[in-house]
T-cell receptor
Framework: KNQVEQSPQSLIILEGKNCTLQ??????????LRWYKQDTGRGPVSLTI?????NTKSNGRYTATLDADTKQSSLHITASQLSDSASYIC????????????FGKGTTLSVSS | EPEVTQTPSHQVTQMGQEVILRCVPI?????FYWYRQILGQKVEFLVS????????KSEIFDDQFSVERPDGSNFTLKIRSTKLEDSAMYFC????????????FGPGTRLTVL
């Protein structure tokens, strides 16, 4: 069964610190992997999209990595800010058309001052 | 900056009633999607739509659900006879292409079935 697993489930860090979130997936056929940020009660916002051939992609303070062989990805957040407090969701695009997205449960990040 | 909009923001309905959730995708996008998120759970894919037909759909998207693009701007999700378990946040999304193209999500419609 196609699944996306994330760890940790939740994380609390101090403002200014770095953190890394993990994602493992068992999705086939694989099209691409995305990281989304979702604020409470809002729609997800895309941070990065990586295809099979990409190993790393950055978007400001967010850097995502992908190891397609081990089916693992990580999202590294540098110099965290209070506004980074949100749910970070790993999403894998599946299927021949590549339009169906399979979501992980997310990691809830809380950044405190 | 263009964005996906959804109406209403909150819909309350009685079990067995029909509801229509509305979305206005970003104007030059060609692919449209519906997702749902039951409170406290992960986002789940329902359906993708392109060229006036369904491209992909999940097991959740059964005969009670239908989608339509009635005009050049709106994209709707209809639930024919709502059940208690249909209570969720429903997100519409759109993209300019498929595969590696970014999907832009709307703010969601919270559906409460009583």
């Amino acid at each position: 069964k196609n699944q996306v697993e994330q760890s940790p489930q939740s994380l609390i860090i101090l403002e200014g610190k770095n953190c890394t979130l993990q994602c493992n997936y068992t999705v086939s056929p694989f099209s691409n992997l995305r990281w989304y940020k979702q604020d409470t009660g809002r729609g997800p916002v895309s941070l990065t999209i990586m295809t099979f051939s990409e190993n790393t992609k950055s978007n400001g303070r967010y850097t995502a990595t992908l190891d397609a062989d081990t089916k693992q990805s990580s999202l590294h957040i540098t110099a965290s800010q209070l506004s980074d407090s949100a749910s970070y969701i790993c999403v894998v695009s599946e299927g021949q058309a590549g339009t169906a997205l399979i979501f992980g449960k997310g990691t809830t990040l809380s950044v405190s001052s | 900056e263009p964005e996906v909009t959804q109406t209403p923001s909150h819909q309350v309905t009685q079990m067995g009633q029909e509801v229509i959730l509305r979305c206005v995708p970003i104007s030059n996008h060609l692919y449209f999607y519906w997702y749902r998120q039951i409170l406290g759970q992960k986002v789940e894919f329902l359906v993708s739509f392109y060229n006036n037909e369904i491209s992909e759909k999940s097991e959740i998207f059964d005969d009670q659900f239908s989608v339509e693009r009635p005009d050049g701007s709106n994209f709707t999700l209809k639930i024919r006879s709502t059940k208690l378990e249909d209570s969720a946040m429903y997100f519409c999304a759109s993209s300019s292409g498929r595969l590696s193209n970014e999907q832009f999500f709307g703010p969601g419609t919270r559906l409460t079935v009583l």
